[in-house]
T-cell receptor
Framework: KQEVTQIPAALSVPEGENLVLNCSFT??????LQWFRQDPGKGLTSLLL?????REQTSGRLNASLDKSSGRSTLYIAASQPGDSATYLC????????????FGQGTRLTINP | GAGVSQTPSNKVTEKGKYVELRCDPI?????LYWYRQSLGQGPEFLIY????????DSGLPNDRFFAVRPEGSVSTLKIQRTERGDSAVYLC??????????FGDGTRLSIL
C-alpha cells in the first residue's frame, strides 16, 4: 500500500528566503506526482505535475524534482513571499491503472514579512 | 472558465440524519473523484467515476456511504445514518482521464 510522508509538518521562514519542502513515498511504481497548494478553507490548487519519466518541472519561482527510485520529491520555492503562506501537499498516482491520488499530510508554510 | 463547484459549502446536521453533497465538475471532464479531508491531514480517496460508472469505490469506508453520477456530469455523495466521525471536509475533483485533477473548495460537514 502506497504511503506518502511530508516533512516537516510546519515551517516558518523570513520573507526572501529560498526553501525546500520534502515528500517521500514508499512504492516507487508511480505514474506521476503532483504538488498542490491549499489555502485555509479552500480546495487544492495544482502547482506542478511531474510524470514518472521526468526529473523536474518548473513554474515561475517553483521547481519540483522527482527521484522515483529513491521515492523522493522536493518542492523548491525561490525568494519566498508572504503570499506563499499556505499548506503544501504532495500526492502520487500509482502505476498500474489506478486513478486515485494518495496524499501526504502536508507542510504548513508561513512566510514572515 | 468555471471550476469545480461544490454545494453546500457548509452543512451542519444531527447524528443519525441523511445528507447529500453535490459536485458539479468542469465541463468536458469525464473523470470525477471524491476525497475526504480531516483536520490537519491530507485528503483521502473515496471513489472515482469514469463517465456514469464508479470505476473504483475502494475508499468508501462502509455501506453508509454511496455516490452516483447518473448522467456523467454532476455527482452526489450520499451519507446515511451520519455519525460524528463523518465530520470532515469532502472534496470533489475532476479531470480528463490521466490528466491533472482540479479540485473544488469542498463541503465542510459537521455532525453534532
Amino acid at each position: 500500500k502506497q504511503e506518502v510522508t511530508q516533512i516537516p509538518a510546519a515551517l516558518s521562514v523570513p520573507e526572501g528566503e529560498n526553501l525546500v519542502l520534502n515528500c517521500s513515498f514508499t512504492d516507487s511504481a508511480i505514474y506521476n506526482l503532483q504538488w498542490f497548494r491549499q489555502d485555509p478553507g479552500k480546495g487544492l490548487t495544482s502547482l506542478l505535475l511531474i510524470q514518472s519519466s521526468q526529473r523536474e518541472q518548473t513554474s515561475g519561482r517553483l521547481n519540483a524534482s522527482l527521484d522515483k527510485s529513491s521515492g523522493r520529491s522536493t518542492l523548491y520555492i525561490a525568494a519566498s513571499q508572504p503570499g506563499d503562506s499556505a499548506t503544501y501537499l504532495c500526492a502520487v498516482r500509482d502505476a498500474g491503472g489506478a486513478q486515485k491520488l494518495v496524499f501526504g499530510q502536508g507542510t504548513r508554510l508561513t512566510i514572515n514579512p | 472558465g468555471a471550476g469545480v463547484s461544490q454545494t453546500p459549502s457548509n452543512k451542519v446536521t444531527e447524528k443519525g440524519k441523511y445528507v447529500e453533497l453535490r459536485c458539479d465538475p468542469i465541463s468536458g471532464h469525464t473523470a470525477l473523484y471524491w476525497y475526504r479531508q480531516s483536520l490537519g491531514q491530507g485528503p483521502e480517496f473515496l471513489i472515482y467515476f469514469q463517465g456514469t460508472g464508479a470505476a473504483d469505490d475502494s475508499g468508501l469506508p462502509n455501506d453508509r456511504f454511496f455516490a452516483v453520477r447518473p448522467e456523467g456530469s454532476v455527482s452526489t455523495l450520499k451519507i446515511q445514518r451520519t455519525e460524528r466521525g463523518d465530520s470532515a471536509v469532502y472534496l470533489c475533483a475532476s479531470s480528463f482521464v490521466g490528466g491533472p485533477q482540479h479540485f473544488g473548495d469542498g463541503t465542510r460537514l459537521s455532525i453534532l
